[in-house]
């Protein structure tokens, strides 16, 4: 079934941008770069080499994906689990659940999702002649979710000591729920704390802008001279460092 549509396994913890992204991400990490640059040195030299910093920006933007891509396999995640509940209800064994789990969800997602291909990617292995809890297991180790991985460990448990999957798995669909809400409210509570750390991190450079406007020549004494030079590094250092610690606070881990 996989190898018709040629899916292959996907690791969650990597993400790959196409060629579109990856010349956006370029262009807006030298335009970032280079405006802060040119604020802190007013040097065409210096912002072309320091222009290979893009680089850290398009990788930042490629773990930004992963952590939106893991929250988004995790929303699906619960729909799958509870399409699994119905199926296990209704006689069905677990192999053919799946099975069954994958024709609800094509009904519930018409668009492109990725709970489908790794269910289906489940079926696949069961048909290789594969423990259903060793499909699971592979997929919590790519996804890295921690719900993923709690589910895999519960249902290897349960199918060594003959438990109740069903009742498992309506607990781990509640579980999942519950937790999905919380980080809803928590991320809401957080956007304006976000907000206000993004207003945070421009004030500096807003202040340096007005005061080249409003005062020409002032800020001359900073720049094109190594003293001056070494003062806007450390002001800059100090920038960079404040900003990546205000969002490394405000990060939310799904």
């Not at 060793?134 to 790519?142: P, S, T």
Request: glycine share 4%.
């Amino acid at each position: 079934m996989i190898k018709e549509k040629g899916w292959s396994p996907v690791d969650y913890n990597v993400y790959v941008m196409s060629i579109e992204e990856k010349i956006q991400c370029y262009i807006q990490g030298i335009i970032v770069i280079g405006v802060v640059l040119w604020i802190f040195y007013q040097s065409i030299i210096i912002i072309l080499l320091c222009s290979p910093l893009s680089y850290i920006y398009v990788k930042q933007q490629c773990k930004k994906k992963c952590r939106e891509r893991k929250w988004e396999l995790t929303l699906q995640f619960r729909e799958g689990v509870q399409a699994l509940v119905a199926a296990l209800s209704t006689g069905y064994s677990v192999e053919n659940a799946f099975v069954q789990a994958i024709k609800d969800l094509k009904l519930l997602y018409m668009n492109e999702t990725m709970i489908i291909p790794e269910f289906e990617y489940i079926v696949y292995q069961i048909q290789m002649n594969m423990p259903v809890e060793n499909a699971l297991e592979d997929f919590a180790q790519r996804s890295t979710v921690d719900d993923i991985k709690s589910l895999s460990e519960v249902f290897a448990s349960a199918k060594r000591t003959g438990g109740d999957l069903i009742k498992i798995l309506r607990s781990t669909s509640r579980m999942i729920g519950d937790k999905i809400e919380v980080t809803r409210e928590i991320i809401t509570m957080m956007s304006a704390k976000k907000f206000e750390a993004n207003i945070m991190g421009i004030i500096p450079i807003g202040i340096i802008l007005y005061m080249k406007i409003s005062s020409p020549g002032f800020l001359d004494p900073l720049y094109h001279n190594i003293v001056g030079w070494l003062v806007m590094t450390i002001a800059l250092v100090i920038y960079v460092i404040s900003f990546s610690l205000m969002n490394r606070i405000l990060a939310i881990e799904v």
